[in-house]
């Protein structure tokens, strides 16, 4: 679940793979199959998959498949596309890149960076406030958190996440957004999760190891900075383009029932990857490892968290806003706090379900209403208080409308028995209201 390490380690590349377009000899190509296949066998997570697609990619070259094929960079997409064929896992691939070839030769060791690499990454990590973009509270008192990457849990990164946590600890409910999270480390996927257990650590995953033979539990932490949220409502958005690391804190909120996942079937990506040289020119990043869900003894590998609540990932937001606003109106026992939820399921409803309203339906409604106008301009209504600047008016039922930029204010028309327009009301948000009879 590494994949975002290594895309962070190419950045950090000055060399542009990319603009090369070195030859590759046809003699080459043979040792590199050989050497790919060899790999593959010894350290990808599946062996017998392994070795089908080692004896695929062999009998290509032997039909002369490749011979086509003049540089380095066509040769590995070649055969990363014949291996996918084999066997899909959207972790593995064959890449041109003498650049991470050096950078890789001067590693500790095949899977641990040097200093200097890791110092670059704390770097990025920083800068990048450890995958946090953005943490908000959402009307109706529900928190967000918009998460791009699970960074590595450095010294500092706690102190970001702690943060984090400490803004929305206060909140009825909250929303974790992975729609355009990549993956990174399990171990940040274990700090994030901590947040909304109790103090009694839970077993939720193991990564078992095929090349060292090993297996690591994680359980969620005894101990974390802060506030913990082990009651609060919570939700995870997703979307296909959330993998790995994000999928796995999706995957794992889901099997223990401790949040609602809305939005699209994630990527499917579960393996762990390391890097290998083939040659000076070509990498191979190969799962070596596969995630064991301690719920379902397997992981999303190939198939992707499927949601709860499928919803197109642009929408999910609002679905999960109208989710929560609905289970805190079913237990909310306060009047004044009900209105208030009230309030903003309207405006959430009219954002998931916009209302249109034939031109004939908004002529009736323009005209002046004391020291307040509403106007029809093209297909839509405008409002004007005296001496400020006209807002649009945006319907949430064909009588009431939200006005734009002003999220506690609303209007209401209210008409006769004849179904004529006679008065605006001007809504507050807590019930209060101004109310301007028409004068034209």
């Not at 960076?113 to 990590?125: N, Y």
């Not at 102190?159 to 999270?181: K, W, Y």
């Not at 949220?229 to 999706?250: G, N, R």
Request: a neutral charge; aromatic letters at 8%; hydrophobic letters at 40%.
């Amino acid at each position: 679940m590494k994949k975002s390490f290594w895309t962070l380690l190419l950045c950090l590349l000055c060399f542009s793979a990319a603009a090369q377009q070195l030859t590759i000899p046809s003699t080459e190509k043979d040792s590199v199959v050989e050497r790919v296949a060899a790999l593959l066998e010894q350290n990808y997570v599946f062996p017998d998959k392994a070795k089908e697609m080692g004896n695929y990619i062999r009998s290509q070259q032997q039909r002369k498949v490749y011979d086509g094929v003049n540089n380095y960079q066509q040769f590995a997409a070649a055969l990363s596309s014949d291996l996918q064929k084999t066997h899909r896992d959207g972790h593995l691939n064959l890449k041109y890149n003498p650049g991470l070839v050096k950078m890789l030769k001067n590693w500790k060791s095949a899977s641990e960076p040097g200093p200097e690499v890791m110092q670059e990454h704390l770097r990025i990590a920083e800068r990048s406030n450890f995958g946090f973009t953005k943490v908000e509270r959402l009307p109706g008192n529900i928190g967000y958190i918009n998460f791009t990457q699970f960074f590595p849990v450095s010294e500092q990164a706690p102190q970001t996440v702690a943060a984090a946590m400490a803004f929305i600890a206060n909140t009825d409910a909250v929303i974790i957004d992975l729609r355009q999270n990549g993956g990174g480390h399990p171990e940040m996927v274990q700090l994030v999760m901590s947040y909304f257990f109790d103090e009694k650590p839970i077993h939720y995953n193991s990564i078992y190891d095929r090349p060292r033979n090993t297996t690591k539990e994680y359980h969620t932490l005894a101990e974390v900075d802060g506030k913990r949220m082990p009651k609060t409502d919570l939700y995870v958005l997703t979307s296909s383009s959330t993998f790995s690391a994000a999928e796995e804190l999706t995957y794992n909120l889901q099997s223990l029932k401790r949040a609602t996942i809305v939005g699209e079937t994630t990527a499917g990506g579960a393996h762990p990857v390391q890097p290998f040289i083939v040659n000076d020119q070509l990498v191979l990043d190969i799962p070596i490892a596969r995630s064991i869900n301690a719920i379902t003894q397997t992981n999303w590998e190939g198939t992707g968290v499927v949601p709860d609540i499928k919803v197109e990932a642009d929408r999910a937001l609002l679905q999960a806003q109208e989710l929560a606003l609905n289970k805190l109106l079913l237990t909310s026992t306060d009047a004044q706090n009900k209105a208030s939820l009230e309030w903003e399921l309207q405006h959430v409803k009219s954002e998931l379900q916009p209302v249109q309203l034939e031109k004939k339906v908004m002529s009736r409604y323009a005209g002046t209403y004391g020291e307040r106008i509403v106007s029809l301009q093209g297909n839509e209504l405008y409002y004007q208080q005296k001496g400020k600047a006209q807002r649009r008016l945006i319907p949430i039922t064909d009588t009431m409308f939200r006005i734009e930029g002003l999220p506690h204010l609303r209007i209401e028309m209210v008409k006769d028995a004849s179904g004529n327009v006679r008065k605006l009301l001007e809504l507050q948000a807590g019930s209060s209201f101004n109310e301007f009879a028409r004068s034209n």
